[in-house]
T-cell receptor, first 113, second 114 residues
Framework: QQQVKQSPQSLIVQKGGISIINCAYE??????FPWYQQFPGKGPALLIA?????SEKKEGRFTISFNKSAKQFSLHIMDSQPGDSATYFC????????????FGEGTQLTVNP | GAVVSQHPSWVICKSGTSVKIECRSL??????MFWYRQFPKQSLMLMAT?????????EQGVEKDKFLINHASLTLSTLTVTSAHPEDSSFYIC??????????FGSGTRLTVV
């Protein structure tokens, strides 16, 4: 019940295209859903996060869509750029003190110029 | 924003020696810190959760005598890999809750045991 399933495992997009990564969770107690971007040899960096009381959140070219009833959320990267090439992880946690993050398996995004 | 500093960024050590990795929260107090291990092209695997002033809680399968975690203050947690062997070579990452619901990660430490 603690799993977060992420797809696809890898994604190749042309410059200017839309990158879409999907995640599904099982634990309905999760109430914080962040997306992280990780470059090789670096730690993950928070990209954008959403709480379950909203269905969509947009920050620049990055949008999270959240479907509470389906227990799914997705990351959309608009106008994808070669600099967006990285590994993306979805995650979920409870907001209670000390709660851990449960990570998806990761998606390796390649944006071709 | 919240910053977590992790050192060293890379270390090479001889088999049988011990290595200490430091994780500091620079501008906030972190009551809870997390230590992860990441293999190439894989997700982050939680090793342990440490709370300031108490013993760390280790995940199933993680040897607590090999991976010593100390969280002596609200801004510092350390991971010591004792009697390191080549199979301990990996990318180790720390994380801290930033006082809200968010988690801030260190930049990671690449450990190579030769």
């Amino acid at each position: 019940q603690q799993q977060v399933k992420q797809s696809p495992q890898s994604l190749i997009v042309q410059k200017g295209g839309i990158s879409i990564i999907n995640c599904a969770y099982e634990n309905t107690a999760f109430d914080y859903f962040p997306w992280y971007q990780q470059f090789p040899g670096k730690g993950p960096a928070l990209l954008i996060a959403i709480r379950p009381d909203v269905s969509e959140k947009k920050e620049g070219r990055f949008t999270i869509s959240f479907n509470k009833s389906a227990k799914q959320f997705s990351l959309h990267i608009m106008d994808s750029q070669p600099g967006d090439s990285a590994t993306y992880f979805c995650a979920a946690s409870m907001s209670t003190s000390g709660s851990r993050l449960t990570f998806g398996e990761g998606t390796q995004l390649t944006v071709n110029p | 924003g919240a910053v977590v500093s992790q050192h060293p960024s890379w270390v090479i050590c001889k088999s049988g020696t011990s290595v200490k990795i430091e994780c500091r929260s620079l501008d906030f107090q972190a009551t809870t810190m997390f230590w992860y291990r990441q293999f190439p092209k894989q997700s982050l695997m939680l090793m342990a959760t440490s709370n300031e002033g108490s013993k760390a809680t280790y995940e199933q399968g993680v040897e607590k005598d090999k991976f010593l975690i100390n969280h002596a203050s609200l801004t510092l947690s350390t991971l010591t890999v004792t009697s390191a062997h080549p199979e301990d070579s990996s990318f180790y990452i720390c994380s801290a809750r930033d006082g809200g619901v968010g988690y801030t990660f260190g930049s990671g430490t690449r450990l190579t045991v030769v």
